[in-house]
């Protein structure tokens, strides 16, 4: 047993904290919630009420500033229009896909965008779900910087389980709209594991049933000694409590129809009933019957609801949970009585049919110790510190959707299968289908259907230059890498002849590079200014390398140096330190390079020194005894 | 990737740390002298995870292996450093997830163990079974779960598939250990149409019961 929590490889950097703290951020639909970890022990920032909760409704008015939180979400009723709430569930959409859930949004779209990104009219402004989320980040780090007395620069930010790639891709444009480092993107139901792990030390299969206010994940964890190793997740990214507040806010307002005889809603009918319906709902996870009034315009509409009537309105949104589960646990080839345990994360689980419902599956009553509105932040600014100071914890995750290509006919051909752990990288040989053809078009589908118009269309590209060849002979491997953010790249290949193409894929819902670059331009000043940090602090972290390197290679092999040589290498380390305590990127590039120059025969004879001893078979044990020490 | 792996002599090579230049050993995780996390190499799956390369595996020992180097190597260790050695911790875990998805898996294992022996072995694709009596056993489990209609009969008959599946792996064993490789082949071939035949009683178990 090796016991050493830091490899000689990534004892954590002096001054790594000149990029800022870590904080983790679960970025709800409904709410936000911002913790930071130290020394293991995590705690939920708060307001002076003592709510870790920030609404993440964002308030635009017409001079330009904008609010968020509880003072934006005082405006829904007065300026409906110039206040945007649930963004959430529009990140990665294109205006395709927002049309199909016309109506139960509530937001204006901007018709005469253009591009694949959709657009929201508010406050006379026409702006991309990715902007508003960015201002809810940047409020968040602003009110984080305010009660930790210090800049935050970095953060872990989680994301449901089963978002795509372009929601995936989306979230991190925001962050770094905001002037946010993302240390990581991690799934909330692997966050909230770890946080409920770390804190119970709990050892066996476990469930994280997470019902968010517009996202349903259900993950299957083993947890053991500091590894939690999700196996099968799933979920509905547009299935969560506000479809239990539309179901309601739908019955209110038939009644309400049918008591004052009118026939057409207003959308201000329509936003009173959604509040309405979201306090009923919340008054009857706790009490068994309750009246409400909806007034607008100075019409009164009384409406009783008792708990029975509430459960019939959303049992089939909660039935559709549990075929969720029983899919997972399908999915891992587990029982449910297998399940040691299950953990209740988002404020839907308040819910008692929610709660009645999951014990029943899992034939146990589930956990639900943490705050299940704080427990992903917890997990998540857990996951910051480890990801900055060091640990021993690990966690590995997977894909929650298949990836794939679509082929001939309009059949999908998976190249990634759904639970597949991250990182990965799988490769898939196609072949062309008619003589002498030279492009060939690439469509990159995610989903479990069988046909490519199911699934949900992530990038096309050509892969062009094939050369000539009958049918069939060409071989194009396509290979599919995800990172361990859940980020997806494609290249294409043809291999007999090497013509090759590489294709970070910009998801055709996602912020093209331009569109990116005018973002920053025209977001705040100091967006730009951190940007420019993160590089000098990028190319210091660099710099700071080569110079340690380059002093273990001496104390390992200096009798190799005349002592002229030696001077020469200590002075250009000497230069790169100096260039390192100034903020010129610049002269930290140019002296690390000077210092590759001074070391370059040192590094010659030192190879020649290790092939002669490895032939001689004495250093290549030795060296390997050391790396092959196993935990 | 699903390429073919080649099998060297390890630790043979010197190769230089990319960050110190000085000699580092073919198959070492990082760099003696400088700590540099090193490139995964083109190593055996059984060499990657330091099991010996044979068929039977411990599940146990195969997860304490895979977890100690993904402690290692995994990105989150990375997450601070220079961009090059959060590329490099990348291609590491991605290797080892798929030595991982390989080893633990009996039928991969047993596959990839043909193909180390240098025979041809495709798991994924349906391919055809030239052998007339597995051909027969296949169209005869087919027909049984065809006519099946209650969650009751696809439960008896997915029960068998995975008794069948759980004998088979252990024939599978006992062919490796005596060197048969004509017989684990064919039992791999087995393996792949029990395998695909209690993933269809599963999907047509569950739209019964969803259909009640
Ligand atoms: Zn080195």
């Known amino acids: 047993m090796l016991l050493q929590i830091h490899e000689p490889g990534e004892t954590p950097l002096p001054h790594a904290d000149e990029r800022g703290l870590a904080v983790g951020i679960d970025l709800g639909t409904t709410n936000s919630v911002v913790a ?121 930010i989680t994301v449901p389980a089963y978002f795509d790639d372009a929601a995936r891709s989306a979230t991190k444009d925001a962050a770094k709209l905001a002037g946010i480092e993302v240390l990581r993107l991690v799934n909330e139901p692997t966050a909230a594991a770890l946080a409920y792990g770390l804190d119970n030390a709990a050892e066996g299969l476990y469930a994280v049933y997470d019902l968010g206010g517009g996202t349903f994940d259900i993950s299957l964890l083993r947890m053991e000694k500091g590894v939690f190793q999700v196996l099968a997740t799933g979920g509905d990214a547009a299935l969560g409590g506000d479809d239990f507040d539309h179901e309601v806010a739908e019955y209110f307002l038939a009644e309400r129809a049918r008591e004052l005889g009118e026939a057409q809603i207003t959308p201000d009918e329509a936003k009173q009933a ?194 000539p060849m009958t049918a069939g002979a060409a071989r194009i491997r396509v290979t599919f890498a995800v990172d361990a953010d859940g980020l997806l790249t494609v290249s294409a290949e043809e291999t007999t002849t090497g013509v090759e193409q590489h294709v970070a894929v910009k998801p055709s819902y996602g912020l093209t590079d331009d569109e990116m670059a005018q973002m920053l331009r025209d977001s705040m000043e100091h967006a730009r200014e951190d940007m420019e940090t993160r590089l000098l602090a990028e190319a210091r972290v660099e710099a700071r390398r080569a110079v340690l390197a380059v002093r273990s290679a001496l104390d390992a092999d200096q009798d190799l140096l005349s002592d002229d040589e030696r001077t020469a290498i200590h002075a250009a380390m000497n230069g790169v330190e100096e260039a390192v305590a100034g903020v010129d990127r610049d002269a930290i590039s140019a002296a690390v390079e000077a210092l590759d120059g001074a070391t370059r025969s040192f590094a010659e004879r030192r190879m020649d020194r290790g092939i002669r001893s490895a032939l001689a078979g004495v250093s290549v044990d030795r060296l390997e005894n050391k790396v092959e020490g196993r935990d | ?105 009996p039928l991969k294992r047993a596959a990839y163990l043909l193909r180390l022996s240098g025979r041809k072995v495709d798991v994924e694709s349906a391919g055809t079974i030239d052998d007339p009596q597995l051909l027969m056993e296949s169209m005869e489990m087919r027909e049984a779960l065809a006519e099946a209609d209650s969650v009751e009969e696809v439960s008896r008959h997915l029960s068998e598939a995975e008794a069948n599946i759980a004998d088979s792996h252990k024939d599978l064993a006992a062919a490796f250990a005596a060197d048969d490789l004509d017989e684990a082949g064919r039992l791999v071939t087995r393996l792949k149409y029990l395998g695909k035949l209690a993933d269809e009683a599963r999907q047509r178990r569950a739209k019964l019961a969803a259909m009640k």
């Not at chain 1, 591009?115 to 009110?143: C, F, N, Y």
């Not at chain 2, 995994?74 to 961009?83: E, G, I, K, V």
């Open chain 1, 274 to 467: 959604l509040m309405t319906a979201r306090l009923a709902k919340e008054c009857l996870s706790s009490r068994d019957s309750g009246e409400w009034v909806i007034e607008v315009d100075g019409r009164q509409s009384r409406h009783v609801l008792d708990r029975n009537g509430f459960e019939a309105l959303i049992a089939a949104e909660v039935d559709r949970t549990i075929e969720l589960c029983r899919n997972v646990l399908e999915d891992a080839g587990v029982q449910p009585q297998d399940v040691h345990g299950v953990v209740l994360v988002g404020g839907s689980t308040r819910v008692p049919l929610v709660r009645r419902r999951v014990a029943e599956f899992f034939g146990k009553e589930p956990l639900a110790d943490i705050n299940p509105d704080e427990v992903v932040a917890v997990g998540a600014a857990l996951q910051a510190e480890a990801l900055t100071v060091g640990s021993d914890t690990l966690l590995l995750d997977v894909t929650p959707l298949s990836l794939g290509i679509e082929t001939m006919g309009g059949i999908v051909e998976k190249v990634i299968p759904r639970n597949t752990p991250i990182p990965v990288a799988m490769a898939q040989e196609f072949t062309t289908y008619q003589d002498g053809q030279s492009a060939m078009a690439i469509h990159v589908l995610q989903g479990e259907r069988e046909m490519a118009d199911q699934n949900r269309s992530l990038a096309r590209f050509e892969l062009h230059g094939i050369p």
């Open chain 1, 36 to 156: 930071i970890a130290l020394d293991g022990s995590p705690a939920v920032l708060r307001n002076a009420e003592g709510s870790g909760l920030v609404p993440s409704v964002v308030a635009y008015s017409e001079d330009g500033s904008v609010v968020v939180g509880k003072e934006a979400s005082k405006q829904l009723l007065d300026r409906p229009e110039t206040v945007v709430s649930s963004v959430k569930r529009l990140m990665g959409r294109g205006a395709g896909d927002v049309k199909a859930l016309a109506g139960t949004l509530p937001f204006v779209l901007d018709e005469a965008a253009e591009g694949g990104m959709v657009r929201l009219k508010v406050a006379g402004r026409s702006l991309t779900p990715v902007e508003v989320s960015a201002d809810i980040l940047r409020a968040l780090k602003a009110k984080a910087e305010e009660s930790l007395d210090g800049t935050v620069g970095r953060a872990v």
């Open chain 2, 1 to 105: 990737m699903n390429q073919t792996p080649e099998v060297q002599n390890p630790g043979a090579e010197v190769t230089p740390c990319w960050s110190c230049k000085g000699p580092v050993a073919g198959r070492a995780l990082f760099c003696s002298t400088c700590g540099a996390i090193q490139g995964p190499g083109n190593l055996d799956h059984f060499t990657r995870l330091g099991l010996p390369r044979r068929f039977a595996v411990e599940q146990a020992e195969l997860d304490r292996q895979y977890f100690g180097f993904q402690r290692r190597l995994h990105p989150d260790r990375f997450a601070t450093r220079s961009p090059r050695e959060k590329a490099l911790s990348q291609v590491q875990a991605t290797a080892l997830n798929e030595a991982y998805n390989t080893l633990k898996d």
